[in-house]
Each structure stands twice: as C-alpha cells, then as structure tokens.
C-alpha cells in the first residue's frame, strides 16, 4: 500500500513538474502577433478574466488556463486599462499585461484652432469620429448656427453653466484614446485654458489697464483675430492697452463682425460700424462682454506682456502684416496706402 501511494506521489509530482515547466514555458514563448500590429480593444468594465478570453477567442493568447492562472499569481488583474491596443511582436504575456497596465493606448488627436469661434470648433469636434459624442445631438446638428441656449448647454455639460463658452477652450492640439468623450475632450480643453490662463496671469506685467484674467483672455482674442504674425502680437496688444489707459474706443472690426453673428457675409459695412451691439467697440468704450474666439498661450502672453510704443493705430497692408502709427494724420496716410488704394 505504502509502494502504491509512493508511486501515486511520484506521478502526481512529476505531473505538476512538467505542468510548471509548460506553464514557464507559456510565459516566455512570443505572442501570435504576426508580421503586423494587432488591434485590440479592452472595453470599460471588463474583467480581467474577459479579457483572456477575448485574447484567446482573437488568437492572440493560447492555453487561457495559463493565462488566468498568471493573473491570480502575479496580482496583475487589477491593474488592466481599458482602451484601444496596437499589439506589436516580440511580445510575451507579462510584456502584454505590462502594456496595459500602462494604458499604451493608441492615441488619436483634434487640434483646436487659434482664432476659432465656439460653434467653429463645436462644428469640428461634432464631425471627428474619434471622438465619442455624448453632447444632445439638438445643440451639435447645425453647430455653426447654434444658439446662445446651446451655449449654455455646452457648458453645462462641461460643468460650468455660469460661463459663456465663446473663448472657454484652450487651442491646441490634444491627444486621446478611443472612447473620449466630446465632453471629456472638451472639459480637458477649459481645464487647460483655466491652468495657463493662470500661469500668465500670476507673471503679469504691472500696471496693465486690466482688473482680471478674463479681460486679458477677452483682449487676448482681439489681438488673436487681428493678426496671424506672431511677431505683431506684442505690439498690437500694446496699442489696444493704451488705448484702454487713455480711454480711447478700441475700434477693431473682428469685434464687430463678432457681434454680427453667423449672419456675416465676409464684407463689413460703414452700417455695420455705426450700428450698436455689445461687441461693436466704435460705438462702446472699453472690452466686449466676451471673448471673440479661442486663443492660444502666445496671444495671452502678449497681452500680459506687450511691447512698448507711442503706437495708438494700425492698418492692415493687406499681406497680413500692419502699418503701425502714433498720431490720426499718420494713421490716416497709412490707411490711404494701403486700404482706400485697394
């Protein structure tokens, strides 16, 4: 009996011994990738143990045995991310758990362009299928003609319904996973706003004609609208201050054509000019209620650190660069050059 149970013991351990060395074996063999990246997607909410049987229903991890018994050795289950994968050999399976516990997603991106209006980028982020749209289908259908309602819903959706949206979002460039949000995407570009907006703020220059971070975001997207040469930012922003330090009206046409709306047809009028709106600043003294568009940190930084001149009026020459003078009758020559001409 005792020889039985020997032999019995013998067998078991030998069993158990060459079941260990397959196992070790498993762990260390290369994953059936292929000659291509694999894609594959960890939906939210799975488990870990889903997710060995979509790897061996996908072809991509034999023996799920193993697999599910590597987790409950290693402790690793819990730590998987969901997310989109590109699957790139030589890899093992303590390679793979360790690319998704590292959420080594596959990134995909939107830019937010400088100088865009709310509905322009509303528009953009309503037609990118990379994104996941969760915002009311009402507010995104027609983006470019929505309204200040959709506005507000906009940005209750984000978690902020006391602001008005137009300039709420930081242009730039975002990368994401598969599964973000519109909303998501969105409250992280008003994050990122908020955080820089601080930043340049807290390094301001002193004595600028300015009482809070929104009136230099507002300015910020006057100088954005007035110019795509980076280097006339910091001039132009220090026209627009000391026009405000004297009192004067700012007298800037992307702010009127701002109060027009998505009525604009591409030609402001001398009509245009003399009629009021809260963002005609021929006829009100002082900033707009509002930003104007979305702006970037160098358009920010430029209000909060403009160059210094005697300069109080610009033109445009037409080749996106300005004409910048001290006095009316130097501004008025300069308009007669370059704008009556044309």
Do not use: C
Not at 138 to 156: F, P, R
Not at 229 to 255: C, H, N, S, W, Y
């Amino acid at each position: 009996m005792l020889r039985f149970l020997l032999v019995v013991l013998g067998m078991a351990a030998t069993a158990v011994a060459l079941a260990w060395h397959d196992y070790d074996a498993w762990l260390e063999r290369p994953l059936a990738l292929g000659d291509t990246p694999r894609a594959f997607t960890i939906e939210r909410g799975w488990s870990a143990r889903r997710v060995g049987t979509e790897l061996e229903r996908e072809g991509i991890v034999d023996k799920r045995h193993w697999f599910e018994l590597h987790l409950r050795l290693s402790g690793r289950g819990g730590g998987i991310r969901s997310g989109e994968y590109a699957l790139d050999g030589p890899m093992t399976v303590p390679m793979l758990l360790d690319t998704f516990e590292k959420g080594r997603t596959v990134q995909y991106s939107h830019t937010l362009v400088e100088g865009s209006t709310w509905r322009e980028a509303l528009a953009r982020v309503a037609a990118d299928d990379t994104l996941v749209h969760s915002l009311d289908p009402d507010v995104t259908a027609d983006a470019l003609q929505a309204s200040e309602a959709d506005g507000a819903a906009l940005m209750a959706a984000i978690g902020h319904p006391e602001l008005h949206p137009e300039g709420q979002f930081f242009a730039d460039t975002y990368r994401f996973p598969r599964g973000t949000s519109d909303v998501e995407y969105l409250a992280r570009a008003k994050a990122t706003l908020d955080a820089v907006l601080a930043e340049e703020w807290d390094a301001r220059e002193d004595g600028l004609p300015l009482e809070s971070a929104y009136e230099a975001l507002i300015l910020a997207s006057i100088v954005e609208k007035e110019t795509a040469v980076a280097a006339e930012r910091p001039l132009i922003a220090g026209v627009f201050l000391a026009r405000l330090t004297k009192g004067m009206r700012l007298q800037t046409d992307p702010t009127v054509i701002y109060g027009i709306g998505p009525s604009f047809d591409g030609d402001i009028r001398r009509r245009d000019l003399t009629t009021d709106t809260p963002y005609n600043t021929y006829t009100r003294a002082g900033l707009p209620p509002t930003p104007i568009a979305m702006v970037g940190r160098e358009a920010i930084h430029a209000v909060l650190h403009p160059q210094a001149s005697d300069k109080l009026y610009f033109v445009s020459k037409g080749d996106g660069t300005h004409q910048f003078s001290a006095t009316l009758a130097e501004h008025e020559a300069a308009v007669r050059r370059y704008q009556l001409r044309r």
